[in-house]
């Protein structure tokens, strides 16, 4: 009850996204880039034709595969192309997506008061709509923004940015956040950039595949096989798990600390 004292705002919200006929806030404009002419088979982007379920990967027995990207150019074209899919087709997310993800957003921000004051700069990398943006807003963490490929249009929460390449500086992020790690076009260079951007005794909360990626998923671009390559990636570049919890299907980890800081805070 104590949560529902402090986060009026996101329940109120939350209710409204729910059961609002035709949408609530922001989303409800999105409705207005539906096309009713556009067919996938006919319409579809050509990066899609080699990059569909289970096409387009690499052939490899490796513990982590990768997407068979002829170059950096054809990773970003195709990650574009979900969102521009998803508009065409049924402007935007309908309302029980919505408000499943506020909920899933919730059960992850809810923790971070008495962490991280409410003045953190928070990043959330690959955010798209930046639904989990509002959500910390909701929160009271008003610095909190978004980055993404293509954010859409008019969208106030999320900027254009690449997660593989961010234009923030180092060091300047109190705790970013990401449940796109199987977007990731190189995890080593994923998890490297992240460390980067985060200060000193920072925290990265990274959202995993319960199970691990989806095989055969449109738009993920890495596989891997358990949880132990991916942890072992992100213990080479930050300092501490500090919490696992796991859900049907997706599993979130707090990491703080870069391997950075190790030798200024031994």
């Not at 006929?21 to 096309?35: E, N, Q, S, V, Y």
């Not at 579809?44 to 002829?70: E, L």
């Not at 992240?194 to 993920?220: S, T």
Request: glycine share 8%; charged share 25%.
């Amino acid at each position: 009850m104590k949560d529902v004292a402090m986060h009026y705002r996101y329940w109120i919200k939350t209710v409204l996204y729910r059961y609002t006929p035709g949408g609530f806030g922001d989303c409800r404009g999105l409705k207005a880039f539906k096309d009713s002419n556009y067919e996938f088979e006919r319409d579809k982007h050509p990066v899609r034709t080699k990059h569909r379920g289970n096409h387009g990967w690499q052939q490899s027995s490796a513990s982590i595969v990768y997407r068979d990207y002829k170059d950096y150019e054809e990773y970003v074209t195709h990650q574009k192309q979900k969102l521009d899919e998803v508009l065409k087709i049924q402007g935007g997310f309908d309302n029980r997506v919505i408000s499943d993800y506020r909920r899933k957003f919730y059960s992850r921000f809810r923790h971070l008061p008495g962490l991280i004051p409410n003045d953190a700069l928070i990043v959330c990398l690959g955010a798209r709509l930046g639904t989990e943006v509002e959500v910390l807003r909701d929160l009271g963490f008003f610095n909190a923004y978004g980055i993404d490929l293509n954010p859409g249009p008019g969208n106030r929460f999320v900027k254009i940015g690449d997660f593989m390449h961010m234009e923030e500086s180092s060091n300047s992020i109190d705790l970013l956040y990401t449940n796109c790690v199987d977007h990731a076009f190189d995890l080593s260079a994923f998890f490297c950039e992240h460390a980067r951007v985060v200060k000193p005794g920072g925290y990265a909360l990274y959202d995993l595949p319960a199970e691990g990626p989806e095989l055969g998923g449109p738009f993920e671009s890495v596989q891997w096989d358990g949880d132990e390559s991916i942890f072992a990636l992100m213990l080479q570049h930050f300092r501490e798990v500090i919490r696992v919890e796991k859900e049907p299907a997706w599993k979130w980890v707090l990491l703080r600390g870069k391997k950075t800081d190790v030798a200024q805070n031994p």
